[in-house]
Structures are given as C-alpha cells and as structure tokens.
C-alpha cells in the first residue's frame, strides 16, 4: 500500500511525465479563466492526443489540465464575479465581496491556498480510504444518495440570513432552484415540463449560463452604476499586497480548510453528485463556523472563511472523482467519463483491478493532481498581486471586457441562443435578489439538487417501497440532516443565553 | 537544368491542379453533433474527422462542431434547413429521429428519408444484461423466473428503457424497470451494489463489464456485433405478428446506429465523394486500430441501406404506429 502510495509518486517524477503535465498544466490554466471553455470539453479535445503516450504521461497530462482548471477558475470568479467554471460559482459570494472591499490579493492567496491544502488532504484522504473505499461506495445506494442531497439542501438554513424572515427567504429561494431544476424531459414518464414547446428546453436549464447570469449580471449592474473601479474607494497603491495575508487566513482556519476538504474528498467519491454540489456544502459549512449573528452577517459581505471553503472543497473533490472512475469504471462527472475514454485508449480496464495490480498507476493519478495544483499555486503567486490591480481599473474599461466573458461564456455551454436568452433571464432574477436583499446561494443549491433528489427519491420508492426508510446509513443521514437545521437556531439561542447573561 | 526545374514544377503542380478541381480543395467541413462533447457519437465523428481528409478529393479541413440538445433535434433541423447544401456540412444524430418523426414529436422539422444520406459508421445493438450472481443464466431461466427482476434504466426513450419494456410487456417476462438513473454507468454501479439485478443498453457500453464477469448478456435485438450473434433476439420471440413489428420498429433505427448525412439538395458529386471516404477510411487500419483501442466497433452501412431502413420505419400501417405509441416516447 504504502510501497504503491510511494511508486505513484516517483512514476510522476520522472522528467517526461512532468513535461506532459507541464503542457496540461499550462492548457488548463487558460481554460480554467475563460468562463464556459469546460475542463470537459478541453479533455475531450485533447483525447486524441494521448494515443501514443504511456499510461502515467496520459493521466499526468489529462490530469494536470483538469485539476487546475478547478483552482484557475476560481480567479475570474474572485476578481470579475463571473464564475471561471460551473464549479467555482461559490467563491464569488465572498471572494468577490472581498475584492470589492480593495482585498482581492488576499482572497486570491486565499482561493489558491486552500486549493493547494484542499488537493492535498484529497490525495492523503484517498490515500488512507483505498482499502474501504469500495464498500463505503457501494453503501451509498439510492435512499442514501437520496438523503445525501436533502442534507446539502438542509444547508439552505444555514445559507440563509437569521431570523425567521431570513429563513423563510433562504427556503422560498431554494424552492424557486428546486422548481427549475425540474425543467425539462422527466426521466419517469418522459413527459416535457416547464419547456414552452422550446426545444431547447428539452434538455433543462443549463447550468453555467444560469449561475453566470445569477452573479455576475447584478455585479455588472452595480459596477455600472457606481461608476468606478471595482475596489471602489481603495487607493490603488493598497491593492499591490495582500497574497501573503490570504496565505496566513488559510493557516488562521486551518481546520475548517481541513473540514471542507473532506466534504469536497467525501461528495467527490460519491458517484452522480455533480461536482458543483461539493463546494456549495463546502460554504455551507464554512457558515457554521460563524461564532455569533454579527459574524454570521459578514458572510457574504467579505468573510474569508467564505473563500476559504469553496476553495479547499473545489481541489479536494477532484481526488475523490478519481475513485468510482478508477474503481467501478463508473465517472463521477462529465470529465471523469471523458477521462475514462482515456483508460480504454491506454489499454487499461477501470475497475477493482486498479485498487490492487495497478495500485501505483492509480496514485500517481492522485499525484499528479497535488503536484499541479502546488505548480499552479507557485506560479500564480507570482502575480496574484498584479492581478488583484485589475480591480482598481476604471469599471467602464472593464466592463466590455467582462460582457464578453459572460456572453461567450453562457454561449459555449451549448452554442445555442437560449444560452444567452437564460443568462439574461437569470441575470434579472439575480438582481431583483440582490435588491431585495434575497440569497442567492439557496436557489443554486436548489438547483444542482433538484434532479438528484428527485431521481433518487423515485428510484428508492420503486425499488424498496417504504423500507428504504429503515436504511442504517438513511437514518443516520436523518439525524444529520436535522442536526444542520436546527444548528443555526442552536446557535442563536445559545447567543442569546450568553447576552441574558452578560446583562 | 532549365528543363529539369520545369519537368519538376509541372510534376509539383499535378496533384494542385487535381486538387483544384475537387470542391473540397481548400475548404472546411463541419460535422455537427447532435451532442455535447465526450460521448459516443462525439467521440466517433472525431475519430472520423481525423481520418477523413486523406480520403477526400482536395483533402479539406474537417471540424467538429458539437449541437446539443433537443436529443439531437435541434442538430438535425439545423442541418435539414438551416445549412448550405454546399457539401461542407455533414450531421450525425440520435440514431432515434425516425422514431421522432414517426410520432410527430413537437418540433421536428426535418424528414429522415429526404436528407443526403452518406451512411452509418457502426451499428450498435442493444443488449440485456443480468448479474452474474443470480440464476438467470438464459433467456429461458428470465422467463421462469418467479422473482421480479428489477431492471435499471435512464428514462423512457432511451434503450435502456424502451428495450426491457417491450420484453416485459409483449413477451411477458417478470421484470419490473426502475428509471432516473443519471447515465447509463450509474446503473452499472446500482448493479454492482445488488440494487438492481440487470440492465439493457448498447453492447459496446457494457462490454467491459461483461469482460470483467458482473454482469452476462441473456437477449439481444436485431442489430448484431461480433460476440453477441449468438443471443436469441427479441423479435423471433415475439408472440404475435403486431408484437413482432412493435419490436422492430424499436430496433431498426439500431442497424444506422451512427447515422451520417448531408443537407437535402447537396450536389450528387459531394455526397459520393463523402461516401467513398467513409468507406476508405472506416476500412483504414489505422482508424480501425484506434477504434479497437477505444472499444469502439466500426463497420460501414451504406447510405442507400440506411435510407431504407428510414423508408421502412417511417412506412409504418397506423395500427403499427398506435401500438408502439403505447409503449414507446422518443427520448435521448
């Protein structure tokens, strides 16, 4: 085992393997900044390229696109409030917030810190769960993923703004995410919901141009009418710092980094979750650890734990898609099944084998995606805080250049007008949100979960009836699920006890 | 010497002025996909798109340009009447469209028998495969079975579906069919988990699975592959005459399971050189050692053979099409 963990590593280190993951690295980074160029259709591109390599140069150079992708994206979506990749939508809630605040270097080193820790713990998770990691995939049936999803949509109250009205917001909003994610064919009795007789519909809602509209409309908006950079007030010279402060915030939160990786590691491993899920809950949980209301309140508004989570999660979930590729032949994800493509071309079969007679090849994959994402760190250190300058430019020089990155960026995601009609639409929504001060966070969680909970609610029904109710793992699930709504309630009644008693 | 430089400039200038005359000299062509990058169809037009060139006259450019949505409808409009039939345009859709067409799905604007047919790049058939560990070994143990077997599917109108609906309705087997699995790897991961005891699907998707000894083919439709000719097909089985066309009907589509073409109106000329390109380059070794690597099977259907096989799906008595309509949506 440890002797494999060990090979993995060298069959990395070897110089050729480095140069191909070298040129992935460098693909996926450009990827990874321009909004809807996916991680997936790069890695489909790049397919055929892979032909003549050997088995570790291939996955080091599909590997190491497709990792960074996850921690570049990550950029544009602190920087402009456009999410770089579907997954990195998260980030921009805080990150965002903080570049508004004159503090994008530090939510930049913040972003790429935790990724780099977020990969890391990944890979050490995996490495120590390869022995069970079969059986803990094959426990999680439908009633588990089931729960699953309705625990990440429990983090609603923890995403929503205290109080009853807050809460009663946050689960109106998630409701709204829950009703269009129903769009489209139903996979039950093949009717056509909420589609208006538009073919494009048939399909549902795209996710990139509706998280895209969602955030980044309302900030172009308010950009335009503020009238200046988007640091606004901050002296430019005070941008030029900073990196190095998001470097220390990632130390200062040490174990919430370390939790949210987990989650990211954990939601990863499960197979259908989406990798769009896993730093939603990620952000979900970094919420938590607000220790009182006004805590609470800076979330959103600029808190660096709200980077802090997505980010780890992010990288983390990367290394745990690895597993039910590698293990079952079974992707986790759109670029997992391009990536097990790849396995064919190499001759490879995915499945128990990799776990054992190829246990090497399989952690030299989990290498490669620490070994890119502490390159890509190293390399975008160099810059972060010339980057973070980008925000002190005057908004009506930025914003035709922004526009483009949310046009083309809706548009790649089917080259379909109705890609754009969906941005602009949503876009609408998320400002009238944003006005009236309603989260946005829940209706995207609502979104991402809608069709995992329904499917796997129905097929759980149609397969065990009511028993899959007795379930160990559903019960358990169960109590978690309670445990996150009721935790923020904990929280404000043990607040208030303290208040009582300081008075 | 002067002479030499000539004889080699005219030599040279041969195979330009060859070139020159074929309408691809120098041109693009665009495949479009009626789906997102990274699946089966996509991955074979960009198999086709690498091999392609060297076979045509003027040896063109070939892109791909993916068109998701719709289940390839939207593709297959846009190819139907939105391109130029200037031959730079070829299309490759869900193998199902007749099926779209002969329901009168809502916005279906194209006719499968009327566009420039080039072929079929492979057939995919589809199979029923049950877990290993269960005594289902046959057809005929599925038949006697007492139990239910439960059976995973993605939705109504993919295979996955439509194939074990038909061998549970019209041939009475005891299977119970499960849907809203999100693709068709995730029901292999139910079956590996004993959630669900079987699933239908294309060969070449399960094929490593039943390498790998989880799962064993029982039943298999019309169209054929090598390693399946074997299985008993759903059609023979059929008690009645309308059953048997009910599942024909479902099947056929499957024999132009990579369906090819060109926008109606495209100039004779192209469409044969296309035609003899595909010809020379599915039979290439090379593509086909690439293919094999990729666990895909290649295999040419002619463009007249698979307009035939539309003629005979859209040819259908009313009574025919009623009772598929019972059973079957179009879907993925």
């Known amino acids: ?499 009582a008693a300081h008075a | 010497m002067r002479i030499r430089l000539a004889l080699i400039a005219a030599l040279a200038a041969l195979p330009l002025a060859a070139a020159a005359q074929s309408p691809y000299a120098g041109k693009t062509v665009t495949i479009v996909v009626g789906y997102k990058a990274g699946g089966g169809y996509d991955r074979t037009a960009r198999l086709l798109a690498r091999h392609l060139p060297k076979h045509i006259p003027g040896n063109p450019t070939i892109i791909v340009q993916n068109m998701p949505g719709a289940n390839s409808v939207i593709a297959a409009n846009h190819v139907y009447s939105v391109a130029k039939p200037d031959g730079l345009t070829v299309g490759t859709f869900n193998r199902n469209l007749p099926l779209a067409q002969l329901l009168k799905v809502g916005g279906v604007k194209f006719d499968m028998t009327k566009f420039a047919w080039i072929g079929s790049a492979a057939s995919e058939s589809t199979i029923l495969a049950i877990r290993s560990d269960l005594p289902y070994r046959t057809l005929e143990d599925l038949k006697k079975a007492d139990k239910t077997v439960i059976i995973g599917a993605t939705g109504p109108g993919a295979n996955t579906y439509d194939f074990p609906l038909l061998l549970k309705e019209l041939l009475g087997l005891n299977l119970k069919i499960v849907s809203g699995y999100s693709s068709s790897s995730d029901i292999m991961l139910a079956i590996e988990r004993k959630e669900v005891d079987g699933r239908a699907g294309s060969f070449s998707s399960i094929r490593s699975f039943i390498d790998r000894k989880l799962v064993h083919a029982v039943v298999r439709a019309r169209a054929s592959e090598p390693g399946i000719e074997q299985l008993p097909v759903d059609e023979n089985l059929a008690p009645n005459a309308r059953a048997k066309a009910v599942m024909a009907l479902r099947s056929a589509p499957e024999v132009v399971g990579r369906p090819y073409v060109m926008t109606p109106g495209t100039p004779q000329a192209q469409v044969a050189m296309m035609r003899q390109a595909f010809v020379k380059a599915i039979n290439d070794a090379e593509l086909q050692a690439e293919a094999k690597k990729a666990k895909m099977n290649m295999e040419f259907v002619p463009g007249d053979e698979a307009l035939k096989v539309m003629q005979e799906v859209l040819g259908q008595p009313q009574d025919v099409i009623d009772e598929f309509r019972k059973y079957v949506k179009f879907g993925e």
């Open chain 1, 1 to 499: 085992m440890i002797d494999a963990f060990y090979e993995g590593l060298l069959l990395v280190l070897q110089w050729k393997t480095l140069a191909f993951m070298s040129l992935g690295i460098v693909l996926g980074f450009w990827v990874g900044l321009l909004p809807g160029l996916g991680g997936a259709t790069t890695l489909a591109l790049m397919l055929p390229f892979i032909y003549t390599m050997q088995p570790v140069q291939a996955f080091a150079f599909l590997l190491g696109m497709h990792a960074v992708v996850a921690t570049t994206g990550d950029i544009t979506s602190v920087l402009f409030g456009v999410p770089g990749e579907g997954t990195s939508a998260a980030t921009i809630l805080d990150g965002h917030a903080m570049a508004k605040k004159g503090e994008a270097g530090r939510a930049l080193g913040a972003a790429l810190t935790s990724s780099l820790v977020g990969a890391i713990v990944g890979a050490f998770a995996l490495a120590l769960a390869v022995p069970v990691v079969r059986p803990v995939v094959l426990t999680f049936g439908s009633p588990e993923l089931f729960m699953l999803a309705i625990v990440g949509l429990a983090f609603i109250a923890s995403l929503s703004s205290q109080g009853g009205r807050g809460m009663l917001r946050g689960f109106l909003a998630g409701g709204l995410g829950l009703l269009c994610a129903t769009v489209g064919q139903d996979p039950q009795a093949g009717v056509a919901r909420f589609t208006f007789d538009a073919l494009y519909l048939w399909q549902g809602l795209e996710l990139v141009p509706v998280l895209v509209g969602i955030f980044a409309i309302p900030e172009i908006v308010g950009l335009v009418v503020r009238r200046t950079s988007i640091a606004g007030a901050v002296p430019a010279g005070k941008l030029n710092q900073g990196a190095w402060e998001g470097v220390k915030d990632t130390f200062r939160h040490f174990w919430l980094t370390i939790r949210c990786s987990l989650i990211g590691t954990f939601i990863g491993i499960m197979p259908g979750m989406g990798g769009a899920i896993a730093q939603w809950m990620a952000y979900g949980h970094a919420t938590q650890s607000a220790r009182n209301a006004e805590e609470r309140k800076g979330f959103g508004a600029g808190d660096v734990r709200g980077v802090l989570g997505p980010g780890a999660a992010n990288n983390s979930k990367e290394g745990g898609a690895l597993i039910p590729t590698v293990a079952f032949g079974v992707p986790g994800s759109s670029a997992m099944a391009i990536l097990l493509g790849g396995f064919f071309l190499l001759g490879l079969v995915p499945g128990p084998d990799m776990l054992t007679t190829h246990l090497s090849v399989t952690f030299s994959m989990v290498w490669t995606i620490v070994l890119a994402n502490i390159i890509t760190v190293l390399v975008c250190f160099a810059f972060l805080n010339k980057l973070a300058k980008l925000t002190a430019v005057r908004g009506a020089l930025l914003i035709p250049v922004i526009l483009v990155l949310v046009f083309i960026g809706s548009y790649t995601a089917t080259n379909h007008y109705g890609d754009i009609l969906v941005m602009l639409l949503f876009g609408g929504i998320g400002y009238l949100m944003v006005l009236g001060g309603w989260p946005r966070a829940p209706f995207v969680l609502g979104l991402v979960l809608g069709k995992i909970a329904e499917n796997y609610l129905y097929i759980s029904i149609a397969r065990y009836e009511a028993a899959w109710l007795t379930r160990p793992v559903v019960l358990v699930l169960m109590a978690l699920t309670l445990g996150v709504v009721l935790y923020p309630l904990y929280q404000s009644r043990r607040a208030g006890v303290k208040k």
